[in-house]
Structure formats: C-alpha cells, structure tokens
T-cell receptor, first 110, second 112 residues
C-alpha cells in the first residue's frame, strides 16, 4: 500500500453516462497526477496539480474530461458522455521527488 | 514526440538467473529515470530510481544509466517466480512538472 487511495476500484457504465473518480494522495505530497493506461501499454499522462492549481493538461484530455483538486487535498476526475474508447485503467499518483501510484480505477464503458 | 522504448517481450528467464531489461529514451535532456513493476491487474509499483550515470544497486536489483547512449537498464539477480510481472521504464521529461513518460513495458516470466 503506497498510501494513495482511489475510489471506486471498478466502474461499469453505459456509453453516454457521466462518471467521476476520486483520488486521495499521500498527505504530505503537494503534487498529484492522473494517468490513463490501456491494455498492453504504459500509463499516459493526463493532467497534474500542484496544490489546488491544475498546471498542465495533455491533449489526450478532451473537453469531456475535467479534473479538480479543491483545497489541494483529494482530486476528482470526471468523464462526461463516456465513450467505449474511454475504457481503461485510470491511475492517480502523488509525488514528492518520486511518484507513487494508487491502485487505480478500472473503467469499462459498454 | 518524446519517446521511451522497451522490448515488449515476453522475456523468459530460468529461476535463479539474471534478468536484464532494457530501455532507450529520445529526450537527451532527461534527468530522472525510474523502473516500476506492475503485476497483472494491479497498479505500477516503484522499484528503482536513478539520476546519475553508472550503476545503482538495491538488493537483487541494479539500475544502470548511460546518458550518452540514452539507455537505462534493470538487472534482477537470482530471479524468483515472484519477479514475474511487467516492468515499466519511465523517464521524467519535464523537471518542473515531473511528468513521466512510460515505455510500453516488458513482460518478464521467471520459469521455476
């Protein structure tokens, strides 16, 4: 257990529905990252926060995706109007000098 | 596009032997390098980090970095069946943001 938690661990949804994932980082880490991983690939960077500020977003993050980190603590990642191509493992990592990953949320869009 | 390349494998090694995993990266300015282990269905787990040219040892694991050749490797000595996993090489492409760029991973199988 790295100390990073994610909820839910699994999510099955129908195409077109909205989903929201939560990440709770290691408490003393001020950086939080979201990655997406599909089968057979390494994780791909989506976005990151330093404290409550979202400092960078990948072009992978379409306008259907939004992430927040209110008060610089936990973070949420919302996907609106889900598509089958959104099916993946969504990983959260928090960082001091190195990044530690949470257990991930596995999303399946039917 | 900044890239990290790994042989996807599978790499099969007998128990007790040395497993050698390799990674090349395209961004010559990269400064931080990491190896993560990922068991099937689980999230990546940090094994080693390396920042300077040369070798860094931690137990049965040795990371090697050659910045001139843009090459990182991971050696696992006395391989155990529990080492069977996918090994991900990650490179910090932005020292400010500390974004990691991952290779696709090498699937390692240790045969008893």
């Amino acid at each position: 257990d790295t100390g990073v938690s994610q909820d839910p661990r699994h999510k099955i949804t129908k195409r077109g529905q909205n989903v929201t994932f939560r990440c709770d980082p290691i408490s003393e880490h001020n950086r939080l990252y979201w990655y997406r991983q599909t089968l057979g690939q390494g994780p791909e960077f989506l976005t990151y926060f330093q404290n409550e500020a979202q400092l960078e977003k990948s072009r992978l993050l379409s306008d259907r995706f939004s992430a927040e980190r209110p008060k610089g603590s936990f973070s949420t990642l919302e996907i609106q109007r889900t598509e089958q191509g959104d099916s993946a493992m969504y990983l959260c990592a928090s960082s001091g000098r190195t990044q530690y990953f949470g257990p991930g949320t596995r999303l399946l869009v039917l | 596009q900044k890239e990290v390349e790994q042989n996807s494998g599978p790499l099969s090694v007998p128990e007790g032997a040395i497993a050698s995993l390799n990674c090349t990266y395209s961004d010559r300015g990269s400064q931080s390098f990491f190896w993560y282990r990922q068991y099937s269905g689980k999230s990546p787990e940090l094994i080693m980090s390396i920042y300077s040219n040369g070798d860094k040892e931690d137990g049965r694991f040795t990371a090697q970095l050659n910045k001139a050749s843009q090459y990182v490797s991971l050696l696992i000595r006395d391989s155990q069946p529990s080492d069977s996993a996918t090994y991900l090489c990650a490179v910090n492409e932005d020292q400010g943001a500390q974004k990691l760029v991952f290779g696709q991973g090498t699937r390692l199988t240790i045969n008893p």
